[in-house]
């Protein structure tokens, strides 16, 4: 089983940019689909981006496109999430996941991704 743990949330003013990291051990994760999703207070988890086992597809929520990146490194078993321009709706704690299934088919549903890790918060001032 993988154990995935985010990093890089912090506090920053709108505008501003963050590079969260989530790194993966236990197992490799190199053939997997794997998504960032996040929660704020009060709501409910919600998708934010996903990527294929090689980087060729990238997959993100209407919010965030043309804002956020996703990429990986499969050799140091890391995905990250670079988030640009951020907006103090962008607050929230940032999750990793592993897609459940074989074949990503651009599920956003996040009852479709396991073993998530703790989290990292993200704090957008105004």
């Known amino acids: 089983q993988v154990q995935l743990v985010e990093s890089g949330g912090g506090l920053v003013q709108a505008g501003g940019s963050l590079r969260l990291s989530c790194a993966a051990s236990g197992r490799t994760f190199s053939f997997n689909t794997m998504g960032w999703f996040r929660q704020a207070p009060g709501k409910e988890r919600e998708f934010v981006s996903a990527?294929?086992?090689?980087?060729?597809?990238?997959y993100y929520a209407d919010s965030v496109k043309g804002r956020f990146t996703i990429s990986r490194d499969n050799a140091k078993n890391t995905v990250y999430l670079q988030m640009n321009s951020l907006k103090p709706e962008d607050t929230a704690v940032y999750y990793c996941?592993?897609?459940?299934?074989?074949?990503?088919?651009?599920?956003?549903?996040?009852?479709?991704?396991?073993?998530w890790g703790p989290g990292t918060q993200v704090t957008v001032s105004s």
């Open positions: 990527i294929t086992w090689n980087g060729g597809i990238t």
């Open positions: 996941a592993v897609y459940s299934k074989l074949y990503y088919t651009g599920s956003s549903q996040a009852r479709d991704f396991v073993s």
